[in-house]
Nanobody, 116 residues
Framework: QVQLVESGGGLVQPGGSLRLSCAGSGFFFSLYGMRWYRQAPGKERELVAAISSTGGSTNYADSVKGRFTIFRDNTKNTMYLQMNSLKPEDTAVYYC?????????WGKGTLVTVSS
């Protein structure tokens, strides 16, 4: 079965950096686009970044452009989100997502807290 497992979250000070990972299994990882979403307390889940199956095409939410970078290593079945210049408003649970056989699959999420 399709499984997505996020890791790398934690507590970081404003201006700091974190790298999130999403390991995929149960499907041909290299054939599918992937996405990072986040959900802050009391807010709806929002799309943060997306990457094509080969990694050749990426898209970002305006709020993270220039600070976050999405990339993937298909040899490791893993997607990443490099987050720099973190702000308190980046605090959220971050989820990875893929659509496989017309179904949405989600990981359980990893918590990122940006606070001094």
């Amino acid at each position: 079965q399709v499984q997505l497992v996020e890791s790398g979250g934690g507590l970081v000070q404003p201006g700091g950096s974190l790298r999130l990972s999403c390991a995929g299994s149960g499907f041909f990882f290299s054939l599918y686009g992937m996405r990072w979403y986040r959900q802050a307390p009391g807010k709806e889940r929002e799309l943060v970044a997306a990457i094509s199956s080969t990694g050749g095409s990426t898209n970002y939410a305006d709020s993270v452009k220039g600070r976050f970078t999405i990339f993937r290593d298909n040899t490791k079945n893993t997607m990443y989100l490099q987050m720099n210049s973190l702000k308190p408003e980046d605090t959220a649970v971050y989820y990875c997502n893929t659509v496989h056989a017309a179904m949405d699959y989600w990981g359980k999420g990893t918590l990122v807290t940006v606070s001094s």
